[in-house]
């Protein structure tokens, strides 16, 4: 009986790709293999070793110290290199922080300026509205930009430090005296002399205040 174009004597035929990588798969092998000798001789070589002058045993041990300190500086590379990794990403994660940190409060400086405009403001306001001869549409005029400059503050992330009755806290107040009280317990803030601020989670003006002391002893 005739044989089919793609028979063989009894032996399966193997597919095309796979028969036309074989060489190219038995050439790379090779190529590898030739490149570890070669690193292996050049090795033996910086050590003073003759490795053809050299009984098998010894060309076995000597071939295992070989290999065992290409392996050990192989680690002592990859250890390096994954440290240099390691701060390359600690320090672009710094860097990220950093500048976030930078945006966020960039205008710190700006609102502490500003601040003291809004107490002046508020100032007007309080004194305005027991003043006999006040000017109604003055005082009104005067509001709305009170209002409208603690408005542009608070979009700011800015925001007043809470202080009276609540325990001091060196972070947040200033204490500028104490009083002696029975009605506030000792420790605690009584009063707010000027108004601290915070802008997000940073202090860029303490709170002044007056702090509770028990009564001395007549």
Not at 25 to 46: I, R, V
Not at 75 to 104: G, P, S
Not at 135 to 149: A, H
Not at 162 to 181: K, Q, S, Y
Request: net charge negative; proline share 5%; glycine share 6%.
């Amino acid at each position: 009986m005739a044989k089919g174009p793609r028979e063989s004597d009894g032996h399966p035929e193997e597919p095309d790709g796979q028969a036309e990588n074989q060489p190219k798969n038995q050439a790379e092998n090779q190529t590898e293999s030739q490149g570890l000798e070669k690193e292996l001789e050049e090795l033996l070589a910086e050590a003073g070793v003759d490795l053809d002058s050299l009984p098998l045993e010894e060309r076995v041990n000597a071939l295992k110290s070989s290999l065992e300190l290409a392996e050990k500086e192989a680690a002592e590379h990859l250890d390096t290199a994954q440290r240099a990794q390691a701060e390359m990403v600690n320090f672009k994660r710094r860097t990220d922080e950093d500048r976030i940190a930078n945006a966020r409060y960039a205008n710190s400086r700006l609102i502490a300026n500003v601040l003291p405009v809004l107490e002046e403001l508020e100032l007007a306001i309080s004194h305005s509205e027991v003043a006999a001869d006040v000017n109604d549409s003055l005082l009104e005029g005067i509001k709305l930009i009170q209002r409208k400059l603690t408005t542009v503050l608070e979009s700011e992330g800015v925001a007043a430090i809470e202080a009276v009755g609540l325990m001091f806290n060196p972070l947040e107040h200033e204490a500028l005296g104490t009083e002696e009280t029975i009605e506030v317990e000792s420790g605690y803030v009584t009063q707010i002399i000027r108004p601290g601020f915070r802008l997000h989670d940073r202090v860029i003006r303490p709170a002044q205040v007056m702090v509770a002391m028990a009564p001395k002893d007549p």
